[in-house]
């Protein structure tokens, strides 16, 4: 006959180890971000980076932020890749062009961009009813651009982002690491025009006004990320896609750790390792109530 003690503890213990799945030790998480050509940022609903460089260079940026150790976490980035009106870049020169987008992240907590992030289209263009009017890069007349909005409260743990597609991967080649910034002085450059090409200066907006930029936000995304085994990610038309919104969703430790090891490692936080040690407590503690009970 099975000791009573025994019945009572086994489900305790397995109470206690699933409640150690939804919480976890606090920690600071760092990062950094790349898109083309600029990204805002929030974690858990709160906005946590805006990137200061709307085109080029094209920069990665450090980022640091706290979590509670309390799941889900929600990973949430817009990313806009720079387009005029008609969908084009440098409409000022005798040689326009469409921008391709391109977003790839890493984080210390083990969070990549992998293909199980979530991507919607907010604004794409020019559209393909327009090209098939006479849009071209020597007809921008006629070239339109499609504007849905972004959804409200997107970046909301709370929000459902289950009708959302999953996210295009593209490879290196495919997405390009862009032109290269560099910290001079205390300034990063350099800035150039997405109307006319020219260069700026460094540590300037497109239209040439000063900007605050710092060292970490001028960091070169190849040498960040080019050896991480995090995925350039955007959305279907690399070209004429030219704001998607990114989600990614970790509903407890576990998932944590099968992201991790889909993109190349496992990390176990604090949380889950103590989840474990749990875990592994109660198989010993239910065998010695067994080898009593024989005994």
Not at 138 to 166: E, N, R
């Amino acid at each position: 006959m099975m000791n009573p003690a025994r019945k009572l503890l086994s489900p305790l213990l397995v109470l206690l180890f699933s409640s150690l799945l939804s919480f976890a030790a606090a920690e600071t998480i760092t990062g950094t971000i790349y898109c083309d050509n600029q990204f805002t940022f929030y974690f858990n609903g709160v906005l946590v980076k805006q990137d200061p460089i709307s085109f080029t260079p094209h920069n990665a940026v450090k980022v640091s932020f706290d979590w509670d150790g309390t799941w889900p976490k929600v990973y949430a980035i817009a990313c806009q890749d720079f387009a005029t009106s008609s969908g084009y870049e440098y409409t000022e020169t005798s040689n326009p062009q469409l921008g391709d987008g391109a977003l790839i992240a890493s984080f210390s907590d083990g969070t990549k961009t992998t293909t199980s992030w979530k991507a919607f289209v907010s604004k794409s263009g020019p559209t393909p009813a327009s090209v098939s009017a006479g849009c071209s890069a020597t007809s921008l007349d006629k070239c339109a651009v499609s504007d849905v909005g972004d959804p409200a409260d997107w970046y909301a743990k709370t929000f459902d982002a289950s009708g959302w597609s999953a996210a295009t991967s593209y490879t290196e080649q495919q997405a390009g690491w862009g032109r290269t910034p560099s910290w001079k002085n205390g300034e990063c450059c350099t800035m150039t025009s997405p109307l006319t090409r020219n260069d700026l200066g460094c540590s300037v907006d497109s239209s040439g006004q000063g900007i605050a930029v710092t060292e970490d936000e001028c960091q070169d995304p190849k040498s960040l990320l080019g050896s991480s085994d995090a995925t350039f990610l955007w959305a279907p038309e690399l070209k004429t896609d030219n704001r998607v919104l990114f989600r990614m969703d970790i509903s407890d430790a576990a998932a944590q750790s099968d992201m991790a090891a889909s993109s190349g490692g496992v990390r176990f936080g604090a949380g889950w390792a103590l989840a474990l040690a749990c875990a592994a407590l109660a198989c010993v503690v239910t065998s010695l109530a067994g080898l009593r009970e024989r005994h």
